[in-house]
């Protein structure tokens, strides 16, 4: 989940993009069902949020979103 004009969630796409080779799909927020979801999801309303299901991950923090999806998904 991502918050558009966020420099940490724009950290986080640049990395999908230039080094991940899985598709991922991108939830931007835009309205209030995004905020609700990731509360729903993690306990907190914040950007980004990656959700990995198949592994059952959760994280909020963007350098730990990046380094998981090198380590994880990474060409």
Do not use: W
């Amino acid at each position: 989940y991502f918050k558009q004009g966020c420099p940490c969630c724009k950290k986080v796409l640049e990395s999908l993009h230039e080094e991940v080779a899985a598709d991922f799909r991108v939830f931007y927020k835009q309205n209030d069902d995004n905020e609700k979801r990731t509360r729903e999801i993690g306990g907190k309303v914040q950007f980004p949020l990656l959700v990995d299901e198949e592994k059952k991950v959760i994280m909020y923090e963007s350098d730990d979103i990046v380094r998981y999806l090198r380590e994880n998904y990474g060409r």
